[in-house]
């Protein structure tokens, strides 16, 4: 059984980087699949941030591409995010998971974490 | 980009009676290879989304066979035979034909 766990700061400053990993456990990140961040504001909807296959490759959701990079670090097996010049509306709660390619979606998830752009 | 939009966006059910709730997608959701590309998630309160429904109709495993999906092209439908009071929560379908991936704004499901 694949587990996911999202872990970082909680609280990020307005104009500051929001920095999270994604810890993957009972899998290897070097599987062919994709890692993906989906974020959900405080009683509002899912937005898709982006995906990374762990070979680097990735695609980001166009809305934020300017702000967002995401890495893997197969050594940990885990993958990162970052985003950049946060803002208020970058309040959410952000979850980790695992995207099967081939029957597309998503099939394993993390808690999630919520992080809190605040001064 | 695919945008979703789902109705009704609450779904006041009364245990044991059907439910039933629509996706629809501002491109076709079909690929050439004759598969459609949405799948359908509920997150119960306080929890990550887990997956009912992929590639349309197919049940993920260890759902009860009271889900089911259906449609083809730009709208879809997730069927609940008979509600549960377990199947409170917020069910959302996702495009997942191409990146970005998207998500509809959700059907809230809540027990009369």
């Known amino acids: 059984q694949v587990q996911l766990q999202e872990s970082g700061p909680g609280l990020v400053k307005p104009s500051g980087t929001l920095s999270l990993t994604c810890a993957v456990s009972?899998?290897?990140?070097?599987?062919?699949?994709?890692w993906t961040w989906v974020r959900q504001p405080p009683g509002k909807g899912l937005e898709w941030i982006g995906q990374?296959?762990?070979?680097?490759?990735?695609h980001y959701n166009p809305s934020l591409k300017s702000r967002v990079t995401m890495s893997v670090d197969k050594s940990k097996n885990q993958f990162s995010l970052n985003l950049t010049s946060v803002t208020a509306a970058d309040t959410a709660v952000y979850y980790c998971a695992r995207w099967v390619g081939p029957s597309s979606f998503f099939d394993f998830w993390g808690p999630g974490i919520l992080v809190t752009v605040s001064s | 980009d695919i945008v979703l939009t789902q109705s009704p966006l609450s779904l006041p059910v009364t245990p044991g009676e059907p439910a039933s709730m629509s996706c629809r997608s501002s491109e076709s959701l079909l690929h050439r290879n004759g598969y459609t590309y949405v799948d359908w998630y509920l997150q119960k309160p306080g929890q990550s989304p887990q997956l009912l429904i992929y590639?349309?109709?197919n049940r993920a495993p260890g759902v009860p066979d009271r889900f089911s999906g259906s449609g083809s092209g730009t709208d879809f439908t997730l069927t609940i035979s008979r509600v549960e009071a377990e199947d409170v929560g917020v069910y959302y379908c996702?495009?997942?034909?191409?990146?970005?991936?998207?998500f509809g704004p959700g059907t809230r499901l809540e027990i009369k």
């Open positions: 996702m495009q997942a034909l191409q990146v970005p991936r998207g």
């Open positions: 009972g899998g290897s990140i070097s599987s062919s699949n994709w």
């Open positions: 990374i296959y762990h070979s680097d490759l990735t």
């Open positions: 590639l349309g109709s």
